[in-house]
C-alpha cells in the first residue's frame, strides 16, 4: 500500500525530454481544466528564474508525479541525475504518488520506475497508435490523472467520438435532442457524417433554429482526393435530407433554418459548434495555449475528433467561432437555403463579407 499524501502536496509535476515536447501538450489538452491549473512543467520556468531551484520547488510541493518515458527521458543526464532520483526520494518518504507513460520504447524495465504504476500499456506505446485508439488511451490516461490528483470524481476535460462515424453522428446528435439549441455551425466536416439519417433527425427537433453548414466544393474534392467521387455522392445525400427535411415541415412556422454554403479552401479547423455548450473539433489537433488560453495553436492532422465542454468549450469556443466566420466571410457563391429564416442567414453572411474578416490560413490536408 502507497503510503498516504501529505495534505500540503497537490496539483501534478510532469518529468519529460524536451524531445517529447508535442506528447506533453497532448497530455495537458487532455485534462481537466482544473487539474491543468495545478499542472507544473519546465515550462512554467519564467525568465530571470532560478531554474534549478525552481524545479525543486515544484516537486516539493506536487502530489502526483507524471513521468512521459522514452529513451530519450532515461537517457537524460538532468533527469537521471537529479530530477528522478528527487521525484523517488519522494515517493519513498513522503508519499508522492509516481505515475508513467511509455511513449515510445525504451529500456524501462531496468530503470528504477519498473517498479511503479504504468498509466498504459508499457508494451504498446503511445507513439505506435494511431487515431481513435490513441485517444482512448490518451483520454484514459487524463483521468486517471485527474483521479489521482482530485478523487474518482473528476472526469477528463475532453471526450472524443470514436473511429466508426456513425458514433461521432450519434454523440452530436443526441446533444443535439437533448438541448434544442438555436444555432448550430457546421465547418468542413464529414460529409458521410452529414449525409446520415441519424444526424438529420436531430435537427427536426430544433425548431426555430438557425443551421449554418460549410462544406468543400464537391467537385474540388473529387479532383483533389481520393475519395472524393464518394463526397460526391454524400453531398447529394445531403441535399436530399435537407429536401425532405423542409417538405415534410414545411406547414411548420418554426422549422428549422438551413444554409449550406461550398468553399474552394480548406480551412485548419473542422468543428460542429451547438449554441455555447459543444464543440467538435476535428481531423486536426486543437489546442489551447497553457500560457495564453485566448490563443488556439493548430498543427496538422492528429486527432479523430474531440468534443470539449465547459470550462474548456469557454476557451476554445470563441476562436473556434472566429474561424468559422472569417470561412464564411471569404465564401462568394450563394448558399443553398431552405426555412422560414433565409433571410437572416443571408443577411448574417452579407455583415461577415462587408466587415473584411481576415481569412484563416488554407490546408493542403
Known amino acids: 500500500m502507497e503510503p498516504p499524501v501529505p495534505q500540503q502536496r497537490s496539483g501534478v509535476f510532469v518529468s519529460y525530454s524536451h524531445n517529447d515536447d508535442r506528447w506533453l501538450d497532448r497530455l495537458l489538452l487532455r485534462l481537466p481544466l482544473s487539474v491543468r491549473k495545478q499542472t507544473w512543467t519546465d515550462k512554467d520556468i519564467k525568465a530571470g528564474d532560478t531554474w534549478r531551484e525552481e524545479i525543486e520547488r515544484a516537486l516539493a510541493r506536487a502530489r502526483v508525479a507524471v513521468l512521459l518515458v522514452t529513451q530519450d527521458f532515461l537517457e537524460s543526464k538532468f533527469i537521471a541525475s537529479s530530477e ?4 523517488l526520494e519522494a515517493a519513498k518518504i513522503e508519499g508522492l504518488r509516481v505515475l508513467w507513460v511509455a511513449i515510445k520504447s525504451s529500456g524501462y524495465s531496468t530503470s528504477p520506475i519498473a517498479k511503479y504504476q504504468p498509466l498504459s500499456d508499457p508494451e504498446r506505446p503511445l507513439a505506435g497508435l494511431h487515431g481513435a485508439e490513441r485517444e482512448d488511451v490518451l483520454l484514459d490516461i487524463a483521468a486517471k490523472v485527474a483521479e489521482a490528483v482530485q478523487g474518482s470524481s473528476a472526469q477528463p476535460a475532453m471526450s472524443h467520438f470514436k473511429a466508426k462515424r456513425s458514433l461521432q ?31 438529420w433527425e436531430a435537427f427536426k427537433g430544433c425548431r426555430d433554429a438557425k443551421i449554418r453548414i460549410l462544406l468543400i466544393d464537391p467537385e474540388r474534392a473529387a479532383r483533389r482526393y481520393s475519395h472524393g467521387e464518394l463526397n460526391r455522392d454524400n453531398v447529394k445525400r445531403i441535399a436530399a435530407q435537407v429536401e425532405e427535411l423542409e417538405t415534410e415541415q414545411q406547414a411548420d412556422p418554426n422549422r428549422p433554418t438551413v444554409g449550406i454554403w461550398y468553399y474552394d479552401h480548406a480551412p485548419s479547423v473542422a468543428a460542429v459548434i451547438v449554441d455555447e455548450g459543444l464543440i467538435q473539433l476535428g481531423w486536426y489537433f486543437v489546442r489551447a495555449d497553457s500560457a495564453q488560453p485566448s490563443q488556439l495553436k493548430v498543427s496538422g492532422h492528429d486527432c479523430p475528433g474531440v468534443l470539449a465542454l465547459g470550462d474548456e468549450a469557454k476557451i476554445l469556443l470563441p476562436k473556434v467561432r472566429a474561424h468559422f466566420d472569417a470561412v464564411l ?37
Not at 528522478?84 to 521525484?87: D, G, R, T, V
Open 329 to 365: 466571410a471569404g465564401i462568394k457563391r450563394e448558399p443553398l437555403l431552405f426555412g422560414p429564416q433565409q433571410n437572416e442567414l443571408i443577411t448574417e453572411w452579407r455583415e461577415l463579407q462587408s466587415r473584411g474578416v481576415p481569412q484563416p490560413a488554407s490546408t493542403s490536408s
Open 169 to 199: 453522428t450519434q454523440d452530436i446528435s443526441d446533444y443535439i435532442q437533448k438541448h434544442s439549441p438555436k444555432r448550430i455551425d457546421i465547418l468542413h466536416f464529414s460529409m458521410m457524417a452529414l449525409s446520415t439519417d441519424a444526424f
Open 84 to 87: 528522478l532520483p528527487q521525484i
